[in-house]
């Protein structure tokens, strides 16, 4: 008997592993390695073509001092402005949404669509609508309030508000889920007390609602950072070269154009490993002040 389940057993873990095998040697082979290549090669000044040459900490020193890394870190820092305006608005919305009337669910739908659109495609439509000649806002401004648009795109005091833009409206619908979620999940019991209690409408929510929805708030926060930190897509396609007086440049497109641009890799691994070492932090800052205001039932 003993046997026949050391048999089975061994046939289990057999299976266990064969299952578990593709993602394990996926990650090794696709994540560390390359991981750790990026730290070798950081120490090195290599073009992909001729051979590394090692040196040292010369490319660390070196993105100290460029002023495009403190600029595209500047714009990156500016873009979390969103972050805040997304979260009064997906909440704003989730209220709205939280509602029992016909039809609700197709509104809910759509709100959440830009969440699942492409985002190349999606920025390609922005690139129209803020065209400065014939871009809808700019006709809309022009035709119902007699004003003239900006230069959106191509100024670069509208760059990064037109950027924040474009994230709130693609954003929105995917904290507006997390809201409702968390809307539907607060027992009716709270606001049932409050009301014997004589508590208003703006005391059930200050007092009620957004303390049991602090955690997901916490969610939000520190995704929407770690996102902006990393935001590149909409930045390729909407600022070429980072925009004009590369005003709307991040440090990921920043790292992109050393990489496969000026074929500076070493330069761009050193960047790259800056920018996680900062999102690291910034991260475990969160995480250690989430104590102070994160309410836990």
């Given at each position: 008997?003993?046997?026949?389940?050391?048999?089975?057993?061994?046939?289990?873990?057999?299976?266990?592993?064969?299952?578990?095998?593709?993602?394990?040697?996926?990650?090794?082979?696709?994540?560390?390695?390359?991981?750790?290549?990026?730290?070798?090669?950081?120490?090195?000044?290599?073009?992909?073509?001729?051979?590394?040459?090692?040196?040292?900490?010369?490319?660390?020193?070196?993105?100290?001092?460029?002023?495009?890394?403190i600029k595209s870190l500047y714009n990156t820092v500016y873009l979390m402005i969103g972050i805040p305006l997304g979260m009064m608005l997906s909440l704003l919305?989730?209220?709205?949404?939280?509602?029992?009337?016909?039809?609700?669910?197709?509104?809910?739908?759509?709100?959440?669509?830009?969440?699942?659109?492409?985002?190349?495609?999606?920025?390609?439509?922005?690139?129209?609508?803020?065209?400065?000649?014939?871009?809808?806002?700019?006709?809309?401004?022009?035709?119902?309030?007699?004003?003239?648009?900006?230069?959106?795109?191509?100024?670069?005091?509208?760059?990064?508000?037109?950027?924040?833009?474009?994230?709130?409206?693609?954003?929105?619908?995917?904290?507006?889920?997390?809201?409702?979620?968390?809307?539907?999940?607060?027992?009716?019991?709270?606001?049932?007390?409050?009301?014997?209690?004589?508590?208003?409408?703006?005391?059930?929510?200050?007092?009620?609602?957004?303390?049991?929805?602090?955690?997901?708030?916490?969610?939000?926060?520190?995704?929407?950072?770690?996102?902006?930190?990393?935001?590149?897509?909409?930045?390729?396609?909407?600022?070429?070269?980072g925009g004009p007086e590369y005003s709307g440049a991040t440090v990921v497109y920043y790292i992109f154009q050393h990489a496969f641009k000026y074929f500076n890799?070493?330069?761009?691994?050193?960047?790259?490993?800056?920018?996680?070492?900062?999102?690291?932090?910034?991260?475990?800052?969160?995480?250690?002040?989430?104590?102070?205001?994160?309410?836990?039932?």
């Amino acid at each position: 008997m003993g046997m026949k389940l050391t048999g089975y057993r061994r046939k289990e873990l057999a299976w266990l592993y064969l299952f578990v095998a593709p993602p394990v040697l996926g990650f090794l082979i696709f994540g560390l390695t390359p991981m750790l290549f990026s730290v070798y090669i950081s120490f090195q000044r290599w073009d992909m073509i001729t051979s590394p040459t090692w040196v040292g900490l010369d490319n660390y020193v070196e993105l100290l001092k460029d002023e495009k890394v403190i600029k595209s870190l500047y714009n990156t820092v500016y873009l979390m402005i969103g972050i805040p305006l997304g979260m009064m608005l997906s909440l704003l919305l989730a209220i709205l949404m939280n509602r029992s009337i016909r039809g609700i669910s197709f509104l809910r739908t759509m709100y959440y669509l830009p969440v699942i659109s492409p985002i190349i495609a999606v920025s390609l439509l922005w690139q129209w609508i803020l065209n400065q000649d014939y871009g809808l806002l700019n006709q809309m401004l022009w035709n119902w309030f007699g004003i003239a648009g900006p230069n959106w795109l191509g100024d670069a005091a509208w760059v990064k508000p037109s950027l924040i833009l474009i994230g709130l409206w693609s954003g929105i619908g995917g904290n507006m889920v997390l809201y409702l979620a968390g809307l539907q999940s607060v027992s009716s019991t709270y606001y049932e007390a409050a009301e014997i209690d004589g508590a208003n409408g703006w005391q059930k929510f200050s007092r009620i609602t957004l303390p049991l929805l602090t955690p997901i708030h916490f969610f939000v926060v520190v995704m929407g950072v770690i996102g902006a930190f990393q935001s590149f897509s909409q930045i390729y396609v909407l600022a070429v070269d980072g925009g004009p007086e590369y005003s709307g440049a991040t440090v990921v497109y920043y790292i992109f154009q050393h990489a496969f641009k000026y074929f500076n890799m070493g330069f761009a691994s050193a960047v790259a490993w800056m920018l996680g070492l900062l999102i690291f932090f910034v991260t475990l800052i969160q995480f250690k002040l989430a104590n102070r205001w994160v309410y836990q039932d």
